[in-house]
C-alpha cells in the first residue's frame, strides 16, 4: 500500500474535523494535522485554497475538499 501525504486542517471541538479524524483513524491512514487555532500559515493556507470552512482535507491525487466526506476519503484508503 503506498502511502499518500494526507493534511487535515483542523481547529479544536469541531464535529466534522474529529469525524474526519476518526474516519482516517480506522482506516489506518495517516495523516498530519494543521490546527488552524495553533497555527497562522494554516489559515492562510485554508483560504488560498478558497475555502472557509473545516475540516479541509489535502491528500495527493485528490482534489482538497472540505467537509466530512467519506465518499472522498474512502479513496485514500
Known sequence: MSKK???VYS???CMQCNFT???LEDKGISYEVKD???N??????VK???FSSLP?????GLEAFNGF???MLNQLA
Do not use: H, M, Q, T
Request: zero cysteines; glycine letters at 4%; proline letters at 7%.
Open 5 to 7: 501525504s494526507v493534511v
Open 11 to 13: 481547529k479544536p471541538n
Open 21 to 23: 479524524k476518526k474516519y
Open 36 to 38: 488552524i487555532v495553533e
Open 40 to 45: 497562522e500559515a494554516a489559515i492562510e493556507e
Open 48 to 50: 488560498s485554497l478558497g
Open 56 to 60: 479541509v482535507v489535502i491528500a495527493e
Open 69 to 71: 466526506r467519506p465518499d
